[in-house]
């Protein structure tokens, strides 16, 4: 599953990035990496993009780009 | 001399030491992105102070980070200091790893230490220093406080001695990075309390609500217009009018009322009538500014870059083109220089063709104007009619330019959401006054030159001192006055005043001020209808800002780009104008 | 001597005028709050 598939509130693990691979190495160096717990915090009034947390920062990435991390399946 | 880089994050207060370091008055906001290209600043001439702009690491092949490296490399850089914010070291600390591979000392400025105690955050400075292998100091920027240490250090040249190879423990894989970090980390840092639920996050939730965020974006704009035009701004230019212009106007007609008319002419309605009716709308200018440095500072930017993101897609512009959307607000030169950092060819272009239509500072003392005179107690929906209107246009034409011009594709784009924080009184005030200092110059130069030009040519013709009516400018406006007979102001003051507005926007207002005299008020009234009025102003916003922008959008894009810009805002200009005339006339008979 | 007040006015203002246009053409907008991204910026460096 995606990170696209959590609800604004839910919790996940990232397992791993693909895609365009300027924005793979981005989110790599902010610490977007296997193992990091990853929250979906809300959803833009016109549902893209969206809001999550990880390693104690919002940050704003668009839902096409968002769907590239893929999450440990619980 | 000693060279120091300073670098650091994104928004972690880079600007705010560099301009605490050198005493000099860069322009600092609460959101990513601010400084574009780098700037320098000395202490005391001993040492160079290079600000660059923020970076999460030096490989993901941005231009800010081409920048930065670039000049990491071939700077001569003696010491780099790595400014992080200290309430999220974690993700702040990878660029520090990679800045080590440079083999230069370090001081790692530990900023915003008031915010990471808050958070119940405790460092342990010298074992983070020794595990690093760096100079720590920790500061807390925008109160002052610790800058002074870091200027003793810089100035004392005594930087922990740097190069030992095995020191470097940055690799290719980010997560062998990050292990590295929270294994330092884990040994440095105590954390007290538990983060709850912060006041930020219960903001968000109403801020970027689903229903609420679009109009609490519009309420809070309104607000900055409000506070512009009712509260403070107008009632202060008022004053201004009533006791020092009209003070000035009769202190000088008592001195000159021995002269011949025409020098007392030259003197009150040339250059008093000319830049006192400019003057005026100093305190309009800094209030504005000071209510968009108040958004800038608070951090909502970034929020308003979030909800409006999938609006700048649709116009097919990346989310980072937000940024010299703001940027122009105030004014458009630096607006289309910052559009340099976008990544991709086509986005540079059509941000620079769109960044005009943004209604710059320069643009207000004319709606302040007609506002006044026309719509007396509505100033604020006018003029921030005409703000929405200049945003609804460059989303139709990005629109119309996406399907046409420039087809295609789509830079990924991330932003980071700053944190909330109560604005710094001292750099409110000091940014607008810069803006105020910046508007006086505008004011004594080139308003001042070409009022005085404007009332020579306003007098005289080839068969010397003259009538008005017959003046070289009467004759040089009657060419241009037909073209916008249709939107209901074909006069030749018009059109001369539109035509030097092109010098700068405000010597629109400053020429009407010398050809139609200090009566300006009255004269206006009767030249304009309200729906007239409301369409010259929306020439006004439309129109090709100013001859700078011309030179730079030139001067970045080339000849072929300048004049495509020029032509095609002249047009839609004229095309809206035309159209809001002629529909409001229907409308409102 | 009224004349001449207004002669030098007069080339006070061509002056400025001259020297502000060249400023613009170069690309300065002389909004006072952009040093750092002004096209010019490097220029008034050099002279201060």
């Known amino acids: 599953m995606s990170i696209c598939d959590l609800k604004p509130g839910q919790c996940g693990y990232i397992q791993s990035i693909s895609g365009n691979k300027k924005l793979v190495k981005r989110l790599m160096a902010l610490g977007c990496i296997e193992g990091t717990p990853v929250k979906v915090k809300l959803y833009a009034p016109l549902g893209d993009p969206i809001i999550i947390n990880f390693r104690g920062f919002d940050l704003a990435i668009r839902k096409k780009d968002a769907m590239n991390i893929q999450l440990r399946e619980a | 001399m000693i060279t120091a880089a300073l670098l650091g994050n994104p928004n972690v207060g880079k600007t705010t030491l560099f301009n605490y370091l050198t005493g000099s008055n860069q322009y600092i906001g609460n959101w990513p992105g601010v400084t574009v290209e780098k700037k320098e600043g000395y202490i005391e001439n001993r040492v160079k102070i290079v600000d660059l702009p923020g970076i999460y690491a030096l490989d993901t092949f941005s231009n800010e980070e081409k920048i930065s490296k670039e000049f990491l490399e071939k700077g001569n850089v003696d010491v780099i200091v790595n400014i992080v914010d200290a309430s999220s070291l974690n993700r702040n600390l990878y660029l520090t790893l990679q800045l080590k591979q440079f083999n230069k000392p370090i001081v790692l400025v530990l900023n915003m230490m008031d915010v990471a105690n808050a958070k119940g955050i405790k460092i342990n400075y010298e074992k983070l220093a020794t595990k690093l292998g760096v100079t720590v100091i920790p500061i807390s920027a925008s109160k002052g406080i610790g800058v002074e240490e870091v200027k003793k250090l810089l100035e004392s040249g005594n930087f922990f001695s740097p190069v030992n190879e095995n020191d470097y423990h940055y690799t290719d894989d980010e997560k062998e990075n990050y292990r590295f970090i929270e294994e330092v980390l884990a040994e440095v840092i105590v954390k007290e309390k538990i983060e709850s639920t912060t006041i930020g996050e219960k903001i968000d939730l109403i801020v970027l609500n689903k229903y609420l965020a679009y109009p609490l974006f519009l309420l809070i704009l309104y607000i900055i217009f409000m506070f512009t035009f009712s509260w403070v701004g107008q009632p202060l230019s008022d004053a201004l009018d009533e006791y020092i212009i009209s003070g000035i106007v009769a202190l000088l007609e008592n001195l000159l009322q021995n002269s011949s008319p025409w020098f007392s002419s030259l003197i009150i309605d040339g250059i008093v009538g000319g830049v006192g009716s400019v003057l005026v709308f100093l305190p309009i200018v800094m209030a504005l500014f000071l209510g968009i440095s108040f958004l800038e500072d608070s951090g909502y930017m970034a929020r308003a870059a979030f909800i409006m993101d999938k609006i700048m897609r649709k116009i097919g512009l990346s989310g980072k083109a937000f940024i010299p959307f703001i940027i122009g607000f105030g004014c458009t030169v630096p607006a289309i220089m910052s559009a340099r950092t976008l990544e991709s060819e086509k986005d540079r272009k059509l941000t620079a063709l769109l960044v005009p239509l943004m209604s710059c500072n320069a643009r207000l003392p004319v709606y302040a104007l007609f506002a006044t005179i026309f719509f007396p107690g509505n100033e604020s929906a006018i003029t921030f009619s005409l703000y929405?209107?200049?945003?609804?246009?460059?989303?139709?034409?990005?629109?119309?330019?996406?399907?046409?011009?420039?087809?295609?594709?789509?830079?990924?784009?991330?932003?980071?959401?700053?944190?909330?924080?109560?604005?710094?009184?001292?750099?409110?005030?000091?940014?607008?006054?810069?803006?105020?200092?910046?508007?006086?110059?505008?004011?004594?130069?080139?308003?001042?030159?070409?009022?005085?030009?404007?009332?020579?040519?306003?007098?005289?013709?080839?068969?010397?001192?003259?009538?008005?009516?017959?003046?070289?400018?009467?004759?040089?406006?009657?060419?241009?006055?037909?073209?916008?007979?249709?939107?209901?102001?074909?006069?030749?003051?018009?059109?001369?005043?539109?035509?030097?507005?092109?010098?700068?926007?405000?010597?629109?207002?400053?020429?009407?001020?010398?050809?139609?005299?200090?009566?300006?008020?009255?004269?206006?009234?009767?030249?304009?209808?309200?729906?007239?009025?409301?369409?010259?102003?929306?020439?006004?916003?439309?129109?090709?800002?100013?001859?700078?922008?011309?030179?730079?959008?030139?001067?970045?894009?080339?000849?072929?780009?300048?004049?495509?810009?020029?032509?095609?805002?002249?047009?839609?200009?004229?095309?809206?104008?035309?159209?809001?005339?002629?529909?409001?006339?229907?409308?409102?008979? | 001597m009224e004349i001449i007040v207004a002669a030098g006015i007069a080339a006070l203002a061509v002056y400025i005028f001259y020297r502000s246009a060249k400023k613009k053409t170069k690309g300065d907008c002389g909004c006072g709050s952009c040093s750092s991204h002004c096209p010019i910026y490097e220029e008034q460096k050099k002279n201060s």
């Open chain 2, 388 to 589: 929405l209107l200049g945003v609804a246009i460059a989303i139709l034409i990005g629109l119309l330019f996406k399907n046409t011009i420039f087809k295609k594709d789509e830079e990924p784009f991330i932003i980071e959401l700053p944190e909330y924080k109560v604005p710094e009184l001292r750099n409110l005030m000091l940014n607008t006054w810069e803006k105020g200092k910046g508007f006086l110059k505008k004011a004594g130069t080139i308003i001042f030159a070409m009022s005085v030009i404007v009332w020579f040519l306003s007098n005289f013709n080839f068969n010397g001192m003259t009538d008005m009516e017959s003046s070289f400018l009467a004759h040089l406006g009657g060419v241009i006055a037909p073209v916008f007979k249709p939107m209901g102001y074909g006069t030749w003051q018009s059109a001369v005043a539109l035509l030097t507005g092109l010098m700068a926007k405000e010597v629109v207002v400053s020429t009407m001020g010398v050809v139609y005299g200090l009566d300006l008020h009255n004269i206006l009234a009767q030249q304009f209808t309200p729906i007239a009025a409301y369409s010259f102003l929306v020439y006004v916003l439309l129109y090709t800002p100013c001859i700078s922008v011309i030179a730079v959008m030139r001067k970045e894009f080339g000849n072929k780009m300048m004049a495509f810009s020029v032509f095609y805002q002249l047009l839609l200009a004229w095309i809206v104008s035309f159209i809001v005339f002629n529909v409001s006339s229907l409308i409102l008979g």
